[in-house]
DNA sequence: CATGAATGAGAATTCATTCAT
DNA sequence: GATGAATGAATTCTCATTCAT
């Protein structure tokens, strides 16, 4: 008579598969095609049970950008380890760029704006922290040119972001091979940020 | 008694007054917000009146995403003469950034994922165009370490892009201030790309 | 406490309801006449409400129709029985008129040019195939000079359909009684299609 | 200086031009597609133009049914003489219904029902009294069992009538061949109403 | 005579949200 | 916890008609 899974669980599960729900029409269709009864209708329930895990619309459309934020920081994550702090930077960027293609509906979840009214709860708060854990490193270990470890990891940001979707928001576009572009850019822009290596002389 | 303007000029007068008021609109509700009723409201007009300039809503939308993109072209086009190469494109960079971060929406909205309709497909096509031309000046030049003009319009682009929407997606998040980052990654990013000076000595 | 009527049966009463009203606006004004609006405020109900019942409104219209020719083939079926295969027709056929003079709109409706949606084409198939039937048994019956019961059934649909939608297209014309012209057509034609009686002398 | 076709001409050849485009529309599209914007669309003039020909959308199709009627009146007008009352009458229900075949937009604008309020002004009089008198004579001549013209006339602008309407509405129906129809419909109608050839014996 | 601008009403349809059951 | 019925407002768009020019 006890059920399988306990309530709790049975809930979250349901929930999470209605955000994964959303994400996906929310990645597809954008903000104009979105609706809780396209929702409602691909997860064969009614549009009411929605308001039973989400109190409107605009709240689980919070919810679907902090899960795809979530997945990104995962796959920062599981970088493996690199021999210098110039590698490592460099697989971190392909990573980030390669997660954004790989699932170019999360990617723009993440990075979309749901609502008119700006609000303070979509930072990207865990996947840029551990950037800048490992610029603050760097810094340490005196790789950068600066010491500013907050511009350093927000340029690199903005780079890897800007890479990112303009490949996925423009695919027609007749791009150089994306791995040309990933470390053409990679390269310039560290080697711009890093120090100088002493010459040998 | 003859008219003061004349019928076209009237008509151009009123097309550009509705592109005005439509871009205003849209640059402050964005892209959910934006109504031909509103528009037709604030132009104290009827919603119909819209559909004698303009198709359609996507129509109206595209004439101004269109204008935005003109003036984008222009304010490039507009750079005062730089000393130098780097100049110019820390300049263009500047620009670029700055034009995104004051029609935000318009801006979102050139890059916003196509719709179903794909007539409606803004592509910033032009500016592109210049910057191409600029660089490959640079690569005439011997400017720049490589010669393929292409790559490195591209993730020029690329950075200038993702500095510009993240600071749009992202208004809250506690950044670093405007010009540092502009500056900071126009340099790095440059820095990479250019021919090391000679040392002379 | 338990409500009086179970939720299948109050839902299959409202659409019904919906079907009767749509039905008698329908009728009233025609085709072009016809608006979702005018049912839903007879309904009392909003316009929404009408799309949880109807997907459309052809959806609503196609109902209407088929409703009035299910009506149809039910007074063909309750027709009385006759003395011979001569006059069941003539009853046939003065049926087949009456309903159509009875639901002018409906009729017209059924018969109307096929919309460019073509899945709102209504056939009364179902009626014509009764038809049939009763000419093949008199075919089989020897009472037809003619064995062909396709032929036969086409031209006495056709001869019916003639009366009835001339008599709903032009109520204005100086008509004879309908009696009358029910009545000799129905002579006319049957005589010419059945076998001369054997002059028995 | 003077115009080629002086001032009236050229009034009526625009006027015969915009029924002959709303015609063909109204016959197309049916009652709902028809709008005066279309017709003036396809006649490349503003719409307020056909204003100065017709006082309304109502007065426009007026007079589009009335044109199809004279064309078909003109048609019913060129048969050619025949042997006997008979053929007459076989010959007139062929021209009839291949009229309305060959000129389905023509027909069916003829036999529609512009407007809601019926008005006196669509009566089919010429080509009714056409048939009427074709009918007067052969009752003159005996060749009918009845005496009463209108009667007659009447019944046999119903078959004719019924027959072409249906061939067009229904299209895709499988009809027999059309000539056997014809000749069937009006065989067995005219040997229903002719008085019976004396048996020669 | 002809135009084109303008209107206001009305059309179908979709949507987020609420609530009794 | 879940449903499905219901709403009312908002959306885009079309149309017949009028009128100054």
Redesign the interface.
């Given at each position: 008579m006890s059920p399988k899974q306990p309530r709790a669980a049975k809930r979250a599960s349901f929930e999470s598969d209605i955000i994964a729900v959303a994400s996906e029409e929310f990645g597809r269709r954008?903000?104009?095609?979105f609706s809780l009864r396209k929702v409602a209708q691909k997860m064969g329930c009614a549009v009411g049970t929605l308001y039973l895990y989400f109190d409107s619309k605009e709240d689980l459309l919070h919810a679907v950008v902090e899960a795809s934020f979530r997945a990104l920081l995962e796959s920062l994550r599981a970088l493996p380890p690199a021999n210098s702090a110039r590698e490592m930077f460099r697989n971190a960027f392909r990573a980030y760029v390669e997660f954004g293609l790989k699932h170019p509906h999360h990617y723009?979840c993440a990075?979309?704006?749901p609502s008119?009214t700006?609000?303070?709860k979509?930072?990207?708060h865990a996947a840029f922290d551990l950037m800048r854990e490992k610029v603050k490193a760097g810094v340490r270990a005196g790789v950068f040119q600066?010491n500013?470890a907050?511009?350093?990891t927000?340029?690199i940001?903005?780079?890897?972001?800007?890479?990112t979707?303009?490949l996925i928001?423009?695919p027609e576009f007749p791009?150089?091979p994306r791995n040309?572009?990933i470390d053409?850019?990679s390269?310039?822009?560290?080697?711009?940020?890093f120090r100088a290596k002493p010459q040998s002389h």
């Open positions: 954008g903000f104009e095609g723009r990075f979309a704006q008119p700006p609000s303070a979509y930072q990207p600066s500013d907050e511009v350093i927000q340029i940001w903005a780079s890897m972001h800007g890479l979707s303009l928001a423009r791009w150089e040309v572009l053409s850019l390269d310039a822009l560290l080697t711009g940020l």
